[in-house]
């Protein structure tokens, strides 16, 4: 069974040489977490714990400019970085969206960081 939460972490950053994105601007990053698990006693994990840990793993980028921290933070790379510290955290497989904005996402796995 699947089991997800969404949660929103704000973030500054540029794209180096890009016509459009080079300048520094920000964006409201929708980070959708899907687990995959069987319930035990009616549930997977309680989703206060499954919050925990997510935002855990947020709070680092929250409110902060992703160029500190990625050479290049195309919402690909943000979405690899991203799933690579939840997969520290999370016992469970996941699957990870980040949304740049409205309408615009990368998705990435737990199986493929
Ligand atoms: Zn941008």
């Known amino acids: 069974m699947k089991l997800g939460i ?4 704000d973030c500054a ?3 180096p040489g890009h016509e459009k994105c080079g300048r ?4 409201t990053y929708k980070v ?5 698990g069987d319930p ?21 980028y929250d409110h902060r400019n992703w160029n500190d921290v ?15 510290r939840l997969k520290e955290r999370l016992t469970f497989p996941f699957v ?5 904005g409205a309408g615009k996402w ?6 493929s960081v």
């Open 96 to 100: 990870l969206r980040v949304w740049e």
């Open 13 to 15: 950053h540029f794209l």
């Open 70 to 84: 990625l050479e290049y933070p195309s919402v690909e790379n943000i979405c690899e970085l991203l799933s690579r």
């Open 32 to 36: 959708e977490i899907v687990i995959e």
């Open 40 to 60: 035990k006693k009616g549930m997977i994990i309680d989703f206060a714990d499954l919050k925990k840990q997510t935002r855990e793993a947020l709070a680092e």
């Open 24 to 27: 520094l601007h920000g964006h």
């Open 6 to 9: 969404t949660e929103y972490i």
């Open 106 to 111: 990368a998705e990435t796995s737990s199986a």
